[in-house]
């Protein structure tokens, strides 16, 4: 971990004054001892004295308070306590280490204080990991022009926000140089990779961070170049293989294209290198074998092609971690061969028919991916003895796979924290993990039967996906003892039927629950309002009978209400300016049976329907890490839902800040269609139609975005986009004859609606195919990632490679 900015300040501080005094001290003594150490201990103790011990301050699991053996009445000198280093001939303090030692003094944030440019000898300079710190734009430039002896400088998720200066690379000094995650974009100058003492460049986490690997000198020191999760681009250069020196080469998620160089095979001192999803494409080089050290090797999600003898990487005495997923590359397997022992191995989309013999003898695996093959019927028996003590990460997603052979009734994997098993044809009841998991899915299958009660023992469960199956029962009451740690809960498209339990307690973590399309019954819980912290609730597709949960509205993450085709009924009532859902993004209560006017008071509150926030696209997801033991693996996990869009069931596998819906269609609303709707800037999706809304169509402002689907079969309405013109009685319905002929005028509407519905969906269809092929062609990039629409998608597992 990372000194806080206030001990850099208060040591740099200190040191400088310390180390003036102890110049002129020595001066005058003419190389005798100084005598004056009790007053350095005095000072050291004042020191202390600035901060507190806290073990939240340190992350590092060995921290511990060094200050504390710092006492008034120690008789030994002060050169002896933790953390401080003197000088062997002067007994002068000359440095402090006070990395991991527990202590806490006030945040300080900001731009960093000109005073320290003013060190002007300084040879390292290390601000890393204070996030709420600023560079000033000029900042990096000022550094190079003020540091010119500099040769290490670490500014890791420092807020940069500028381009990186040419005159960096007039640093010949430097020997390490690391930038990441700190906002860092432009062109990354070609000159830096020519440092002639360059050892470390670490400039990952700057996605809008341009540049390309120049040819590079038979002379480079380089030993460690990471470039992930850049925007770098152009081929890999032949002239990678000079640097004879180089440990770690990462450079995944960029937009590297090309073939991998054949000289890399020259590069025998490598134990990392990890190239996956960029653009690379052609055979894999055989000299890749020559690399004896290699530990990992991630080459997944390109387009590399051709089949692959998967004794190529055998000669590979010490690999650990082979991913090699997403391309279109069979392997060939032969059983008779000796494997090496993997911590990690990544084989989906590879064409396997089955599960490979050689993982019989693995006991060393953390991560096992073996999804989106072809293997079929059962796991076999022998898997369940595989590794079962480090097992961490398990996938056996998207293949044919229909149940375990004679597993126990928990998985035996004793520390499991991360388990895909969806889309495969799993029979039988749900497989439970052991209580050590953190994310499990079994979506997408066929099981039966009832939620087993042993669900409720994983105590540390993040996200429970067991959508998409043939599940039964009532929700287990248990579901409540997981609120603690669960943040997402998906049990959508089951046939549950019942209540549904009390799921948050007095501690919860809970973000999203879906339980749509199931059989459920009863109210809305009123136990949801103690789950404070949820963005999106989904409860669409049952037979709740209530009215409109306004309560609801307290909850101050709420992003995502859909509440269609239940049973609600009456009015939506006046709103509170207070609770009133104030980032409300979506809602739908469509097919209900709503009555009374428009709810003119809660469009006026849903303030977060009123801003267009299209500066940054942004999707509900959360980002989870596996760590391996060498390495860890990024995994996102996305939010998604099912909308009903002008007549169409749409998926949106990630639901973006971009998407703001209201739909208010096929219920009983009834009035004229409230002005402050057209206030609603964010507005991108509204559908009133099919309930019997009067009066002209508004004007102006967000209405003219819309056509006549969103406002169809209210067959009082009138007005542009509607083929109704207002004042035209022929296109008027008859008055009621009285106050009693209701039945009478419900079956008038009947009749003349069908008609209408016929009419109005025969011109939908040639409208909605013209307009969508124009869409989709012209703009389908944007269309897609605005609106992530399509089939369910493939996770992305990243390895981010060794730890500093």
């Keep these: 971990m990372g000194l806080s900015f206030p001990l850099i300040i208060l040591i740099v501080h200190y040191l400088v004054s310390l180390m003036m005094f102890n110049l002129i001290l020595f001066a005058s003594s003419s190389g005798v001892q100084p005598l004056w150490h009790d007053d350095e201990r005095f000072a050291l103790l004042q020191f202390k004295e600035s901060f507190t011990i806290s073990q939240s301050a340190s992350t590092n699991p060995s921290a511990y308070p060094k200050v504390s053996s710092w006492k008034p009445d120690q008789i030994s000198d002060c050169c002896k306590w933790d953390g401080v280093e003197c000088n062997k001939d002067t007994g002068h303090v000359i440095g402090l280490d006070l990395n991991s030692s527990c202590l806490k003094a006030s945040v300080v944030s900001g731009q960093i204080p000109s005073e320290i440019l003013e060190l002007s000898k300084l040879v390292s300079l290390d601000l890393s990991y204070n996030h709420q710190l600023k560079l000033q734009k000029s900042g990096l430039t000022v550094i190079a022009q003020n540091f010119t002896n500099l040769e290490v400088l670490n500014l890791a998720h420092v807020v940069i926000s500028s381009n990186v200066p040419n005159i960096l690379a007039n640093l010949t000094s430097l020997t390490s140089l690391t930038l990441n995650k700190s906002d860092l974009h432009g062109e990354f100058p070609v000159g830096i990779f020519h440092l002639p003492n360059l050892q470390l460049l670490h400039i990952e986490f700057n996605e809008y961070l341009t540049g390309y690997v120049p040819e590079l000198n038979i002379t480079s020191p380089l030993v460690s170049l990471r470039l992930a999760f850049t925007n770098f681009y152009g081929e890999i250069p032949d002239s990678i293989g000079h640097l004879k020196s180089l440990v770690e080469f990462n450079a995944c998620i960029c937009n590297f294209l090309g073939e991998i160089p054949s000289s890399l095979g020259n590069l025998t001192n490598l134990i990392v290198l990890n190239l996956q999803s960029n653009r690379l494409h052609g055979s894999i080089p055989q000299s890749i074998s020559r690399l004896v050290n290699l530990e990992a090797l991630c080459l997944n999600n390109n387009y590399f092609s051709g089949r692959v003898e998967f004794e190529l990487f055998l000669r590979l005495g010490n690999l650990d971690v082979l991913q090699f997923s997403g391309n279109n590359i069979s392997f060939l397997t032969n059983t008779n061969s000796t494997f090496p022992k993997f911590s990690s191995l990544v084989l989906n989309d590879c064409d396997l028919r089955e599960f490979p013999e050689f993982l019989r003898d693995q006991d060393q695996l953390e991560y096992l991916e073996l999804g989106g093959n072809k293997i079929h019927g059962q796991v076999p028996k022998w898997m369940g003895n595989v590794s079962i003590e480090t097992l961490m990460g398990v996938g056996l997603d998207h293949n044919f796979l229909t149940g375990f052979d004679q597993f126990p009734v928990v998985l035996p994997y ?391």
């Design 414 to 804: 004793v520390n499991l924290k991360h388990m895909w098993l969806d889309f495969n044809m799993l029979q039988g009841s749900v497989p439970i993990p052991p209580p050590s998991i953190d994310f499990y899915t079994v979506s997408n299958n066929r099981l039966t039967g009832e939620i087993p009660y042993l669900i409720c023992n994983l105590s540390s469960v993040t996200e429970l996906d067991l959508s998409s199956n043939n599940l039964s029962g009532n929700l287990p009451q248990c579901l409540g003892n997981l609120s603690a740690s669960l943040k997402k809960l998906d049990l959508h498209s089951n046939n549950f039927h019942g209540t549904i339990p009390r799921i948050c307690g007095e501690a919860n973590e809970l973000m999203m629950i879906d339980f749509s399309t199931n059989h459920l019954q009863g109210r809305v819980p009123r136990s949801l309002a103690d789950c404070t912290k949820l963005e999106a609730v989904n409860l669409g597709n049952n037979q709740i009978h209530d009215i409109f949960p306004s309560w609801l509205g307290i909850l101050p993450e709420l992003r995502i209400l859909i509440l269609r085709s239940n049973e609600l009924y009456g009015t939506i009532g006046s709103s509170d300016n207070n609770f009133d859902f104030p980032k409300l993004h979506i809602i739908d209560l469509s097919n209900n049976d709503l009555t009374g006017k428009l709810p003119s008071e809660h469009f006026q509150n849903w303030k977060a329907m009123q801003i267009v926030d299209d500066e940054q696209l942004k999707y509900m997801e959360e980002q989870k890490w596996l760590q391996f033991s060498r390495g860890a693996g990024r995994v996102m996990y996305s939010f998604s839902m099912t909308m009903m869009n002008k007549g169409t069931e749409m998926v949106y596998q990630k639901v973006s800040n971009l998407i703001i819906v209201i739909d208010l269609s096929r219920n009983r609303f009834e009035g004229e269609i409230p002005e402050v709707v057209g206030h609603l800037k964010g507005l991108n999706l509204l559908n009133l139609s099919q309930n019997f809304l009067t009066g002209p169509m508004p004007h102006g402002k967000q209405f003219d975005i819309f056509n006549n689907n969103s406002f169809s079969e209210n067959l009082e309405l009138c007005g542009s986009p509607l083929s109704k013109k207002c004042g035209n009685l022929e296109d008027s319905l008859p008055p009621s004859s009285s106050q009693n002929s209701t039945n009478h005028n419900s079956e008038f509407l009947f009749e003349f609606g069908w008609k209408v519905v016929a009419m109005g969906y025969g011109c939908g269809f040639v409208f909605g195919v013209v307009f969508g092929q124009i869409v989709i062609t012209k703009k389908y990039g944007w269309f897609m990632k605005t609106f992530a629409i399509g089939q369910p998608n493939r996770r992305r597992v990243n390895w981010k490679g060794r730890r500093n």
